[in-house]
């Protein structure tokens, strides 16, 4: 029988690209990072959309508000940071990185290496939702079909090309899924992977067995924590390898995506953002990724994408000021 009691806390990570502090570790460490590490920098790893604060986080917590009040605690993981419209509130709790990161290379500007810890945090709960704040709820979440017998993780829509080694040209979730086969075809000869790769969605996780998997492909953990900017060498471990290990153990399915993504940077944003609004409360997720890259904060698709947001989301959550 499913578990309707069980608590499901929420994970996100958060950066306010617009502390100067901030701004001032990240030119200062990309200048040191491009001396030995210039050849390995990922496509847009440095780009000004990679780290933009549009008004997500907060949009994202009106979603989670509405579709899913019955959360657990909420972990916003930063960097000696505090979103300046968030309230004290006992339901969330902010996890500076060095409260779970070792202090080897810190500071640290790839999701793919801080994300690689959240299963560190904490008092986190056995079962939780791992959210980019780009990627949010669009209808009432049912954590039983999420959680219970199988995890749910979802393919993107298109396939990529057969590749034997990671590849310094093409985009970060491409190379995740080639290192993904390489890893688990070498150890597992009845593995049969799928040349696709994972989409930008809610991933659900249970925390006892990430610490297993962390034991066993202790490897690509290492790598990817290796570096403290985005590199084709060190693809992303959680959100593609360890689907792929679920799945292949038999906790997890991995399924063909129904959800809606949208680009910031596309040049058909009003009508994707129509649809969105046509959609909405309708599709278990959607995301809005930014990819208006280094574009000016005041772009006007970023304010379109705003603006779309306050007319679906025009009530404050609990844990605004």
């Known amino acids: 029988m499913p578990n309707s009691d069980i608590q499901i806390d929420i994970v996100y990570l958060w950066v306010n690209s617009n502390d100067k502090n901030w701004q001032k570790k990240r030119r200062e460490s990309f200048e040191t990072f491009l001396k030995t590490n210039n050849d390995d920098v990922a496509l847009y790893a440095n780009t000004n959309g990679r780290f933009r604060d549009n008004g997500e986080l907060n949009f994202n917590l009106r979603c989670l508000e509405k579709f899913f009040p019955d959360h657990g605690q909420i972990y916003i993981v930063t960097d000696e940071q505090r979103p ?10 902010i996890i500076d990185h060095k409260n779970i990161i070792p202090k080897k290379i810190n500071p ?4 793919a290496h801080i994300e690689s810890y959240i299963h560190h945090i904490p008092n986190l709960s056995e079962k939780f939702f791992y959210l980019n704040d780009d990627i949010f709820f669009g209808m009432p979440v049912d954590k039983n079909w999420w959680f219970d017998e199988k995890l749910k993780y979802f393919y993107d829509k298109e396939s990529h090309d057969e590749y034997n080694e990671l590849q310094p040209k093409l985009l970060s979730p491409i190379n995740s899924s080639i290192q993904s086969k390489l890893w688990l075809k070498e150890r597992y000869e ?11 969605a809610p991933r659900p996780y249970r925390k006892s067995l990430l610490l297993e998997i962390e034991k066993e492909a202790m490897d690509l953990f290492n790598k990817v924590r290796s570096t403290n900017f985005r590199s084709w060498k060190t693809p992303a471990v959680l959100v593609d390898f360890v689907p792929r290990w679920l799945e292949y153990h038999g906790y997890a399915k991995i399924r063909p ?10 040049n058909e944003i009003e009508m994707e953002l129509d649809l969105l609004k046509q959609k909405f409360g309708k599709i278990p997720f959607f995301c809005i990724n930014d990819t208006c890259d280094n574009a000016n904060a005041l772009d006007k698709r970023l304010q379109l994408v705003r603006k779309q947001m306050e007319t679906l989301l025009p009530n404050k959550s609990n844990f605004e000021i």
């Open 190 to 200: 009845s593995y049969k992977h799928q040349n696709i790769a994972l989409a930008h």
């Open 257 to 266: 995506s129904n959800s809606l993504y949208i680009e910031s940077g596309s």
């Open 84 to 93: 300046e419209w968030l309230v004290q509130n006992k339901r969330v709790t």
């Open 108 to 111: 640290i500007f790839t999701s």
